[in-house]
């Protein structure tokens, strides 16, 4: 059984880091491209960034390019969303999600696997 856990959201002040992990299982990063998507209150789901299989490439939504950092750790099947310098707007739900493919994708429709999100809170 595929599944995604999300963790390491929480409360900080503006300004402040966080580090979000997403353990996988049921699957091998080898095959299957990883992206972060985030919901804010009232606001529907977006991209925020994402790896490929490989690790050869990741990619970033302008809004968070310079300040959040994707890695993964493929021997812990785990992938990372280091966020520094963090703002009220990045208040969200952060979900981690996989596709079955390699090759990274910008929207949740190209995603097959979901997990369950990490609230991050960011006060000013």
């Known amino acids: 059984e595929v599944q995604l856990v999300e963790s390491g959201g929480g409360l900080v002040q503006a300004g402040g880091s966080l580090t979000l992990s997403c353990a996988a299982s049921g699957f091998s990063f080898d095959d299957h491209a990883i992206g972060w998507f985030r919901q804010a209150p009232g606001k529907g789901r977006e991209g925020v960034s994402c790896?490929?299989?490989?690790?050869?490439?990741?990619s970033y939504a302008d809004s968070v390019k310079g300040q959040f950092t994707i890695s993964s750790d493929d021997a812990k099947n785990t992938v990372y969303l280091q966020m520094n310098s963090l703002k009220p707007e990045d208040t969200a739900v952060y979900y981690c999600?996989?596709?079955?493919?390699?090759?990274?994708?910008?929207?949740?429709?190209?995603?097959?696997?979901w997990g369950r999100g990490t609230h991050v809170t960011v006060s000013s």
């Open positions: 790896i490929s299989s490989n690790d050869a490439f990741t």
């Open positions: 999600a996989a596709r079955n493919v390699g090759g990274v994708g910008w929207y949740a429709v190209q995603y097959d696997y």
